[in-house]
């Protein structure tokens, strides 16, 4: 699968740093900075909300919500939170936890909920056999009612997409949506592809906030097919899979 070529696009701030260079794709990035104490002051106090993740993890691992509310503030991590009464304090428990590790700072999308769990979405596109892009696969997945992460490693559920909106939107308002993210997901297949030119397929991570607005959590090069096999209906997978291997054995 030319691994190491796509060595660079571990980074989530080399990926973010990519798309910021295409307009059309601009507005769904949730503004994103490297941790420090000033980048965390401002944006926590901006935001009220952040999450701060290292710069090249994978499966939720070391991932931190953290929140200011009533001039408390307030971190978790796994399934532990931590209120701190002073930014000081704050930020000296983060930074302790950070080490030397590269984090980033982003900010914080408030994840519609089903059942009182947070979900996000991953939206998968891949280059067909005759060369294509296309969006081969949505689906959801639900956090752990504990956890403020969505990751199937991590004690995420996946389910299909419309059963997890069901709720927030009309069958055809989810339709619509639906469209919309393999739009994105097409977009940014074809923009890292011009930097990227062995990339052959990407797993978007979508956030969708309480206005149905799709953010870019992040952009997976190296997505899971099988989470498409949790569905009852193999519709998704049967292609994700087919196209994966055509992918996989032209790459040998
Ligand atoms: N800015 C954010 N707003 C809301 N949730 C987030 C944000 N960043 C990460 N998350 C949650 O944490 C999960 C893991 O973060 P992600 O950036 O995808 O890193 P990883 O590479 O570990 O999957 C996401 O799927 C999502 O559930
Ligand atoms: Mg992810």
Do not use: C
């Not at 009309?170 to 393999?182: H, P, Q, T, V």
């Not at 969708?208 to 870019?216: G, Q, T, V």
Request: glycine residues 6%.
């Amino acid at each position: 699968m030319g691994k190491d070529k796509l060595q660079p696009l571990r980074s989530k701030w080399y990926k973010t740093k990519m798309l910021l260079d295409n307009s059309s794709i601009t507005t769904f990035i949730p503004d994103t900075q490297k941790f420090n104490k000033e980048n965390l002051r401002s944006m926590i106090s901006g935001y009220r909300m952040v999450y701060i993740k290292p710069e090249r993890g994978t499966y939720g691992m070391g991932v931190i919500r953290a929140e200011l509310e009533q001039q408390k503030y307030a971190y978790q991590m796994n399934e532990k939170r931590v209120t701190f009464s002073s930014f000081e304090a704050f930020y000296t428990a983060l930074a302790r936890l950070v080490g030397k590790r590269s984090y980033l700072i982003q900010k914080g999308i408030h994840l519609l909920k089903h059942n009182n769990r947070r979900f996000d979405i991953r939206v998968m596109v891949q280059l067909s056999p005759s060369q294509t892009w296309e969006a081969t696969g949505v689906i959801g997945r639900l956090g752990h009612p504990k956890r403020i992460v969505t990751n199937y490693h991590n004690g995420g559920k996946p389910m299909d997409v419309h059963k997890l909106l069901e709720s927030h939107a009309s069958a055809s308002r989810r339709d619509e949506l639906i469209r919309e993210m393999n739009e994105l997901g097409l977009r940014i297949a074809r923009h890292m592809k011009k930097k990227a030119p062995y990339l052959k397929q990407i797993g978007v991570d979508v956030g969708l906030d309480r206005s149905l607005k799709p953010w870019i959590i992040e952009v997976n090069v190296k997505p899971d097919p099988y989470i498409f096999n949790q569905l009852k209906d193999k519709t998704m997978y049967r292609k994700v899979i087919r196209y994966y291997r055509h992918a996989v054995k032209k790459a040998q």
